[in-house]
T-cell receptor, first 113, second 113 residues
């Protein structure tokens, strides 16, 4: 069965500092992987996705993520965080046969001025 | 173009009542998904439609939950004899094909008193 673990429930960083959010997945084959962001009262917005090919993927808002098969990880990074990045971030793995998504429980990002 | 829409945005009901939640996917998207998000957790898969048929309903918690998509577009999630534990945000997503990028609606917040 597929699963996703986001080990950090809450992360606080200073504005302008770098950010890395961790995601570990379990899936029997090459996964499709996604990162979403959710602001309070808002829907899920896609940041980036990995299907195949280059293991370093670029997304919106300056985010990137790296797929590491050997570590079953898909960590999200941003070199310089902005106050508007404060939100909840979800990693998801998609069943490549059907599209069913399994999400982690999310990481809440707080940005200090 | 228009994104995924969900109605109502909020629904308050009493324990034991019947509710219907509606999802309007992006035009032309063949795959439609329902998820449930409880406070502090990631979205949890409920059911996936490919066209008019339910391709995977393994996430429906029990037989009080049912979903339809009669014409392959709009979908309705139906919950009978609601319980307080059904209180959550119900999210709908659609994708052009499956598996593919899923686009999420804003959700319906269901509160069962």
């Amino acid at each position: 069965a597929q699963s996703v673990t986001q080990p950090d429930i809450h992360i606080t960083v200073s504005e302008g500092a770098s950010l890395e959010l961790r995601c570990n997945y379990s899936y029997g084959a090459t996964p499709y992987l996604f990162w979403y962001v959710q602001s309070p009262g808002q829907g899920l917005q896609l940041l980036l996705k990995y299907f195949s090919g280059d293991t370093l993927v670029q997304g919106i808002k300056g985010f990137e993520a790296e797929f590491k098969r050997s570590q079953s990880s898909f960590n999200l990074r941003k070199p310089s965080v902005h106050w508007s990045d404060a939100a909840e971030y979800f990693c998801a793995v998609v069943n490549t046969n059907a599209g069913k998504s399994t999400f982690g429980d999310g990481t809440t990002l707080t940005v200090k001025p | 173009g228009a994104g995924v829409s969900q109605t109502p945005s909020n629904k308050v009901t009493e324990k034991g009542k019947y509710v219907e939640l509606r999802c309007d996917p992006i035009s032309g998207h063949t795959a439609l998904y329902w998820y449930r998000q409880s406070l502090g957790q990631g979205p949890e898969f409920l059911i996936y439609f490919q066209g008019t048929g339910a391709a995977d309903d393994s996430g429906l918690p029990n037989d009080r939950f049912f979903a339809v998509r009669p014409e392959g577009s709009v979908s309705t999630l139906k919950i009978q004899r609601t319980e307080r534990g059904d209180s959550a945000v119900y999210l709908c997503a659609s994708s052009l094909l499956a598996p593919d990028t899923q686009y999420f609606g804003p959700g319906t917040r269901l509160t069962v008193l």
